[in-house]
């Protein structure tokens, strides 16, 4: 029988995952591995996330992926966590095995992918800021300091950003800024993990951020945002949005499910094209 997926959030008709994966199963085609079929987007009520996926495990789903806000109840809900999963506190890849739910996040993976891979940026010892201490940041924090990343945390609420970086284990130590503490400091890499573009906002970072070379990394994607603009103004030698991080998750969700990796340059290529 074809192994079902799915993507759970609210809102979800903007998710790109049902396309992303199709791709990924094709590269499979005729293999155990493509063998599947990635095509609901689920709306679960606010109140409704667990019954969604007792409704998705009850109907044979192998799995599924879950984004806004449910993240964090994902976690609550999974029976066994993958390590960084547990770091990050969030989870955004269940896959259902048996009675057993095991969540992972991988999140982190893709944007540490996205970064070093397609857009060629070594970060070992570089100077890296990232702004906001929501569930995004959260995701990504420990797998940069895995590539010894030198991290400085700065977000609105400046409370959140210390509660987020005391829960590093003890090797990883952030340094955690107003946004007013920044002027005068040069990063190598900046990245927003804020939600502030969805608002067309742009969080307060002084101008001379951005090192000679600098990398600027927009979480978001879709459109260009006022950080994107603000990057490009201010020196930034490269900007990017978070397209490329979430084609990176997706293909470690269905290295998860699938055990194999798919080629993940054809599928951005081919959907930034549309
Ligand atoms: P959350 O709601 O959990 O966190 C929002 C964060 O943004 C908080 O730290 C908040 O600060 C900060 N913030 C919001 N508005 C502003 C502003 N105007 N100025 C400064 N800071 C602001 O959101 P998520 O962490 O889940 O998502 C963040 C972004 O990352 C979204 O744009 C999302 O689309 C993107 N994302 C992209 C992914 C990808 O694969 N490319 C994957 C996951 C997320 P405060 O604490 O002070 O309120």
Same mark, same amino acid.
């Given at each position: 029988?074809?192994?079902?997926?799915?993507?759970?959030?609210?809102?979800?008709?903007?998710?790109?995952?049902?396309?992303?994966?199709?791709?990924?199963?094709?590269?499979?085609?005729?293999?155990?591995?493509?063998?599947?079929?990635?095509?609901?987007?689920?709306?679960?009520?606010?109140?409704?996330?667990?019954?969604?996926?007792?409704?998705?495990?009850?109907?044979?789903?192998?799995?599924?992926?879950?984004?806004?806000?449910?993240?964090?109840?994902?976690?609550?809900?999974?029976?066994?966590?993958?390590?960084?999963?547990?770091?990050?506190?969030?989870?955004?890849?269940?896959?259902?095995?048996?009675?057993?739910?095991?969540?992972?996040?991988?999140?982190?993976?893709?944007?540490?992918? #996205?970064?070093?891979?397609?857009?060629?940026? #070594?970060?070992?010892?570089?100077?890296?800021?990232?702004?906001?201490?929501?569930?995004?940041?959260?995701?990504?924090?420990?797998?940069?300091?895995?590539?010894?990343?030198? /991290?400085?945390?700065?977000?609105?609420?400046?409370?959140?950003?210390?509660?987020?970086?005391?829960?590093?284990?003890?090797?990883?130590?952030?340094?955690?800024?107003?946004?007013?503490?920044?002027?005068?400091?040069?990063?190598?890499?900046?990245?927003?993990?804020?939600?502030?573009?969805?608002?067309?906002?742009?969080?307060? /970072?002084?101008?001379?951020?951005?090192?000679?070379?600098?990398?600027?990394?927009?979480?978001?994607?879709?459109?260009?945002?006022?950080?994107?603009?603000?990057?490009?103004?201010?020196?930034?030698?490269?900007?990017? #949005?978070?397209?490329?991080?979430?084609?990176?998750?997706?293909?470690?969700?269905?290295?998860?499910?699938?055990?194999?990796?798919?080629?993940?340059?054809?599928?951005?290529?081919?959907?930034?094209?549309?």
């Amino acid at each position: 029988m074809t192994d079902k997926y799915a993507v759970i959030g609210n809102p979800i008709a903007h998710s790109k995952s049902p396309e992303i994966h199709t791709m990924f199963a094709e590269q499979f085609k005729g293999k155990p591995a493509g063998d599947m079929v990635y095509k609901d987007r689920i709306l679960a009520p606010l109140d409704g996330f667990a019954a969604t996926v007792e409704r998705l495990r009850k109907e044979s789903y192998k799995g599924c992926n879950v984004t806004v806000p449910f993240k964090f109840e994902a976690l609550q809900l999974s029976t066994r966590l993958i390590g960084r999963a547990q770091v990050a506190r969030a989870v955004n890849t269940l896959k259902f095995e048996g009675n057993a739910i095991l969540g992972d996040n991988t999140d982190g993976f893709g944007l540490v992918r #996205d970064i070093t891979k397609n857009l060629g940026f #070594d970060i070992v010892g570089k100077h890296v800021l990232l702004m906001g201490a929501g569930g995004a940041a959260h995701g990504v924090a420990q797998p940069l300091f895995d590539i010894n990343a030198n /991290l400085a945390v700065v977000n609105r609420t400046v409370e959140k950003a210390q509660r987020m970086t005391a829960a590093f284990d003890k090797q990883h130590q952030a340094t955690v800024h107003t946004y007013e503490e920044l002027v005068g400091q040069r990063f190598d890499v900046v990245i927003n993990a804020t939600s502030s573009g969805l608002a067309d906002e742009m969080p307060a /970072l002084p101008p001379g951020i951005f090192a000679p070379g600098a990398l600027a990394y927009e979480m978001m994607y879709g459109r260009e945002t006022p950080f994107m603009k603000f990057a490009s103004a201010n020196g930034a030698a490269v900007v990017s #949005d978070g397209f490329g991080m979430l084609v990176e998750q997706a293909a470690e969700s269905f290295f998860i499910w699938r055990g194999v990796r798919p080629e993940t340059a054809p599928v951005i290529a081919a959907l930034r094209n549309r």
